[in-house]
């Protein structure tokens, strides 16, 4: 099925309090386990081994992954340092509230990172070297695999802050009006439908994104309550 498959199954079958996930090709180092350990008995909920830019397996790799993690950093309002590390510890009670979230593919760790940001549960995060890969071949597919994890991002963004997908997409779509209407009629004097068209799309737009928000909003406190 996937590596996020395999994630789900073995949460679910473990029973112990804390959960540790780690790559097996030889990239993680296991006596850095007790570095995680340590910081989530300072009171943190998850805490994620973050790799250095040398740490990355390509240029290529290193500089999609400083892109996630800007976008992914934008979209919760906390500083993500690695979005996609695959090494972490978390505490099994919580991480197994998100397991229906969590896709079969690659993208597990970016799905339950802003899902913890979102729900305000403590991230931390520990610098961790990373190795050569040994034994294997990435199976990971930049093009595509890279489209993927922008979707689950934005797929996450939906879910648990609308309003930064949409009310941007709205104001995009008024200026683009603004701008229209002003060429229209500095030329042939007059309102065009295409000016209302794009001003009726931001309206739509950000109403959407509003009752979005407000149905997020009410899932949490009903969740919580």
Known sequence: MGNGAAIKRGAR???GDILVFMDADGQHDPHLIERLLSRLEAGYDMVVGARSREGQASIHRGLANSLYNRLA?????HRVL???SGFRAVRAGKFKEFLYLLPNGFS???TVTMAFFRSAYGVAYEPVP??????TVSHVRPLKDGVRFLLIIFKI????SPLKLFAPTAFLF???GLAYYGYTYSTVHRFTNMSALLFSAAVIIFLIGLVSEQITSLVY???RG
């Open 13 to 15: 079958e473990a029973t």
């Open 73 to 77: 950093s934008w979209m919760t309002g």
């Open 82 to 84: 690695d979005l996609t």
């Open 108 to 110: 597990y760790p970016t």
């Open 130 to 135: 990373v190795y050569q890969r040994v034994g």
């Open 157 to 160: 963004a939906t879910l648990y």
């Open 174 to 176: 008024f200026v683009m």
């Open 221 to 223: 406190s009903k969740s």
